[in-house]
């Protein structure tokens, strides 16, 4: 570390955003503490193809303390933030230890939203972190076994009914590779049963899968599951989910698989700061990204609730590294006794892919789906992933 007298930022969240904001202060003159409760940075865009055993965990995660070896400036820790005092300008740690700052960036994104209905995480895990990935991998590979174990052929269709809830970009991925997995990858694994009967059900209670699509790419991206295999539902809301499946409506379905990708709420560490937050927990925050009242903290990624134009900005990769990016700046600007500007988020566009091949891209009036999109999709993921190693690896894979 540099030293001591340099004034410290404290980063909660090694993220997009926590990231890139360390690594836009590289030159800075400042003491920088990363601080998240994993030691690595995760590629979230590709979680799915974890869960769905696509990729291992390596392919997808680097080592915070391997990404950031060269900058100076930095130390990471592995830490839980369970307090803040902004009076005091300090951090609690779940294991007790405390963290001064003269600037403190919150960036410690989202977790899972059941609506009111917590229950159901047991019997419907979602996909934020590699924990959460690895155990959706071993559900889906556990539920084609005891199927495979079985003889009664009820059972063995509940444990072959897999349900996706929520018709986003990663239900969609989720539904997709799934698909492709029953009826290819497993195809001639196992010797009692059929892979390729299995049935894919993808849930949303919304009237269109991919809704922040326009409509003719989020058709496209129906057709295209369906020719997987997928059997899309939409319109229809799930009322309830325990250890034997799920019920829209009146209706009961058997099902041993179900996978939650339906909604998402903000870090709780937003709660900490007395500051008004938005319906899902996201903090409302300055034009700068700063917390109103409190010019020295900021927050960035999926914990920032930011207005753009009257829209919403949304809550993906490339908006976290802009923010990440403009908090590195606002710091600089800080330090400097300058003003901060305003922050302002490009849209580059949407992309999803829905299996091997096919994919729906829109680029401000470039609209693909089909191959080409799955090629574009491809090129910008492997080209935003960290480490040349974990490139190859995926672009293999």
Known sequence: MDDPARPHLVIVGGGFAGLWATRGLASAPLRITLVDRCNHHLFQPLLYQVATAGLSSPDIAAPLRHILRGQRNVEVRLGDVVGLDPAARSLALADGGRLGYDYLLLASGARHAYFGHDAWESHAPGLKTLDDALEMRRRILYAFERAEATDDPEERAAWLH???????????????????????????????IDPSSARIRLIEAGPRVLSSFPESLSEAARRQLERLGVEVVTGQAVAAIDDRGYRIGEQAHAARTVLWAAGVAASPLGALLDAPRDRAGRVIVEPDLSVPGHP??????????????????????????????????????????????????????????????????????????????????????????????????VLVN
């Open 162 to 192: 897999v349900a996706v809830i929520g018709g986003g970009p990663t239900g969609v991925e989720l539904a997709g590779t799934l698909a492709e997995i029953a009826r290819h990858t497993l195809k001639r694994e196992f010797r009692r």
């Open 296 to 393: 020295e903290i900021f927050i960035a990624g999926d914990l920032a609730s930011v207005q753009q134009d009257g829209k919403p900005v949304p809550g993906v990769a490339p908006a976290a590294k802009q923010m990440g990016r403009h908090v590195a700046a606002a710091v600089r600007a800080r330090v400097a006794q300058r003003p901060a500007t305003t922050f302002r988020y490009r849209d580059f566009g949407n992309l999803a892919t829905i299996g091997r091949m096919a994919a729906v891209v829109d680029l401000h009036g470039l609209r693909l789906s089909g191959l080409l999109a799955w090629w574009f999709w491809l090129a910008a993921h492997v080209f935003f992933l960290i480490g040349f190693r974990n490139r190859l690896i």
